[in-house]
């Protein structure tokens, strides 16, 4: 068990630039978040992967935000067109359901995240 | 909607207890509590399903009021090492589909134990 993976992790870009994180998440977790972090808040939830089916997208996620996980292992999130207010750092988690009850409850494992400037 | 934490901060000195509540305006299926340090990725602490549970980590434990909605953390005897930034995060309870749902994280506790 190696963990969750991010890269890069730390990016600086230019205002109008287009940027991608990758994800991998604990090879038996079937369930992959993407949550979007600035200081002195929680995270804050973008969208969650069951397998590659992408089952739910906050309404935060602009069009700009795009995210994908083909096959059901690793997952990227790319925004285009990347403004100021992009910058935060962007957490992937993972996790597989505990098998209690009728859903189950999940235990998320954090990666250490992707730190976006945009200058 | 995004569960409401408080206090926002506290400093304690070690040795010294906390309690950290979390409070939701819908019903739950579970709530999680992390811990994060400056600079890292928050750290699952531990979970309580719904039906009023109580659990205990060490010196960390926290309950469940399935009836208010509202889940606290106790730390009793804190030690520097709990200093950080502890978030609770939500999980919806969707009977009607059976499906769990995503964590929705409040806005966290700064806690700070000096010597």
């Known amino acids: 068990d190696t963990g969750v993976s991010q890269d890069p992790r730390h990016k600086i870009t230019k205002r109008g630039q287009n940027v991608t994180f990758r994800c991998d998440p604990i090879s038996e977790h079937n369930r992959l978040y993407w949550y979007r972090q600035t200081l002195g808040q929680g995270p804050e939830f973008l969208t969650y992967f069951q397998n590659e089916a992408q089952l739910e997208k906050s309404r935060l996620l602009s069009d700009r935000f795009s995210a994908e996980r083909p096959k059901g292992s690793f997952s990227t999130l790319e925004i285009q067109r990347t403004e100021q207010g992009d910058s935060a750092m962007y957490l992937c988690?993972?996790?597989?359901?505990?098998?209690?009850?009728?859903?189950?409850?999940?235990?998320?494992?954090f990666g250490a995240g992707s730190r976006l400037t945009v200058l | 909607q995004q569960p409401v934490q408080s206090p926002q901060a506290v400093i304690l000195r070690e040795g010294e207890d906390a309690v950290i509540n979390c409070s939701s305006s819908?019903?739950?299926?579970?709530v999680h509590w992390y811990r994060q340090k400056h600079g890292e990725a928050p750290v699952f602490l531990m979970i309580l399903l719904k039906g009023g549970e109580q659990k205990g980590h060490e010196k960390i434990s926290a309950s469940f009021n399935e009836k208010k909605q509202q889940s606290s953390l106790y730390l009793t005897a804190s030690q520097l090492s709990y200093s950080g930034t502890y978030f609770c995060g939500t999980e919806r309870d969707n009977s009607n589909t059976g499906t769990a749902s995503k964590l929705t994280f409040g806005t966290g506790t700064r806690l700070q134990v000096t010597l």
């Open positions: 819908k019903a739950l299926y579970s």
């Open positions: 988690a993972s996790s597989r359901p505990r098998g209690l009850g009728r859903s189950g409850a999940n235990v998320l494992t």
